[in-house]
């Protein structure tokens, strides 16, 4: 068995992990756990450690997405991801780390969604996070800070993966504060009050290369990193979340979000970013999502143009994918990429869907 399909095969045995599972939700992360940390709503952020690892928990992930454009104004779309699994609570030395590594990649155009995917064990160099200097790697792919004096770990990044038909280097610079979501990035996804830590950096101008099978391509434009971990993000009955993270044409932003639930009506999430990085918690039930076109994939109908509104803010869009297929077709797979947004808001974004 090679490496990268024993890990996969870890992964899938676990019962915390497995996905199909009942009552468990997207990739087991409905399902309860034992000896882990949960999110505590009075955790006040410190940084630069909290851009680090949080081995306690049984989740975390560093998911930077980033819209892009080339010369002739071509659309575009990188993820760059990198997940700490958990298999029980704490750090370790060497193969006795009981931490797992699991990395994504993917580059969208109009005509085609490129993935690719890692895995690593913890504790023998192959993967891992340090929070100052920041930088995170699975193998050769990396998110490394170039920090100034007084400046956040986050402010200047500098990020490269590949797969068999693409690779990207990206240079990502903030031109705004980090932004926390729920109460002081506290953000609950549930009516039984599951939750997670939860900040973002929205901020970003990007500047970069990316490498199509057709040749290099040189790209700007915008970038968003989000930081969450917990240990039980879901309720088992949640299936699965519909998550948008918008850049308006008047500098604001907004994270929006569902999570669905066959059993209650959905959870929905939100928060709404001032240009200078303000922000204003939305709370469950204040938004609208509304599926207007699927397109069939991997065996499912994925919903690819949405109508999202948000009255309190007069917000009323329309979200449509630059391209409906781009499918990641991972270990866990789900939906990642650009969308435009026309309506009361126009502008760019990325969309995630989970558990269809």
Not at 194 to 220: C, K, N, W
Request: no cysteine; net charge negative.
């Amino acid at each position: 068995m090679s490496v990268r399909a024993a890990l996969i095969w870890m992964l899938l045995a676990l019962p915390a992990w497995g996905q199909g599972a009942g009552g468990q939700g997207f990739a087991g992360m409905g399902a309860e756990v034992k000896g882990f940390a949960l999110p505590d709503p009075d955790h006040r952020f410190s940084f630069p450690a909290d851009h680090g690892p949080h081995p306690d928990f049984r989740i975390e992930w560093w998911y930077l997405t980033a819209n892009l454009e080339g010369p002739d104004g071509t659309p575009f779309g990188a993820q760059w991801t990198l997940f700490r699994i958990g298999l029980a609570p704490g750090a370790g030395e060497g193969w006795q780390s009981p931490q797992m590594w699991m990395g994504h990649a993917g580059l969208t155009t109009p005509e085609a969604h490129f993935a690719a995917e890692r895995f690593a064990r913890d504790g023998i160099g192959q993967a891992g996070v340090t929070a100052s200097p920041f930088a995170a790697h699975i193998d050769d792919w990396e998110m490394i800070g170039h920090a100034a004096p007084g400046e956040d770990e986050l402010d200047r990044l500098t990020l490269t993966a590949r797969g068999a038909d693409f690779s990207f280097r990206l240079e990502a610079r903030a031109e705004g504060p980090l932004v926390f979501h729920g109460e002081d990035g506290f953000s609950v996804k549930s009516e039984g009050g599951q939750a997670s830590h939860y900040y973002s950096q929205p901020f970003y101008r990007i500047e970069g290369e990316i490498v199509l099978p057709d040749g290099p391509v040189p790209v700007t434009g915008r970038g968003w990193l989000d930081r969450e971990w917990s240990s039980q993000p879901l309720e088992g009955a949640q299936s699965g979340w519909d998550w948008f993270a918008m850049h308006f044409d008047s500098g604001e932003k907004l994270m929006i979000a569902q999570v669905r639930s066959g059993a209650r009506s959905d959870f929905t999430a939100a928060t709404w970013i001032s240009a200078d990085g303000a922000t204003d918690p939305i709370p469950d039930g204040a938004a609208r999502f509304t599926p207007l076109e699927t397109a069939a994939m991997a065996g499912r109908d994925v919903p690819v143009r949405w109508r999202v509104e948000l009255p309190a803010r007069g917000l009323d869009v329309e979200v449509a994918a630059i391209n409906p297929d781009a499918w990641m077709d991972t270990a866990f797979a789900y939906w990642e990429g650009p969308v435009r947004i026309t309506g009361t808001h126009p502008g760019i974004g990325y969309l995630e869907m989970t558990g269809y």
